[in-house]
Nanobody, 121 residues
């Protein structure tokens, strides 16, 4: 059916950058809003960023000015460019999307399995 797969995580030093990708695959009809979340060990999952199908964008205050989300609708992919990374950005990052599968009139919510981002010297 529909799957979301995150990639691009890894180990980076404070002040460094990473670019995460989340690609939707399967029987895609339409993708609406796409979002990024993160979860650090022992903490609640936190919303990070969102981008609508029309390109409207919102961020959590803690990443404003450092993170940029974008999307390539032709590739069914959303990106999260993370600059000036801090240790507190360390978490598993998940993407989430509202998707209508091909041949369906129903929109569903889908989650990726996450990619680890570790910011440490």
């Amino acid at each position: 059916q529909v799957q979301l797969v995150e990639s691009g995580g890894g180990l980076v030093q404070p002040g460094g950058s990473l670019r995460l990708s989340c690609a939707a695959s399967g029987r895609i009809g339409s993708i609406y809003a796409m979002r990024w979340y993160r979860q650090a060990p022992g903490k609640q999952r936190e919303w990070v960023a969102a981008i609508s199908s029309g390109g409207n964008i919102m961020y959590v205050d803690s990443v404003k000015g450092r993170f940029t989300t974008s999307r390539d609708n032709a590739k069914n992919t959303v990106y999260l460019q993370m600059n000036s990374l801090k240790s507190e950005d360390t978490a598993v990052y998940y993407c989430n999307a509202d998707v209508r599968p091909a041949g369906s009139s129903v929109m569903n919510d889908y989650w990726g399995q996450g990619t680890q981002v570790t910011v440490s010297s």
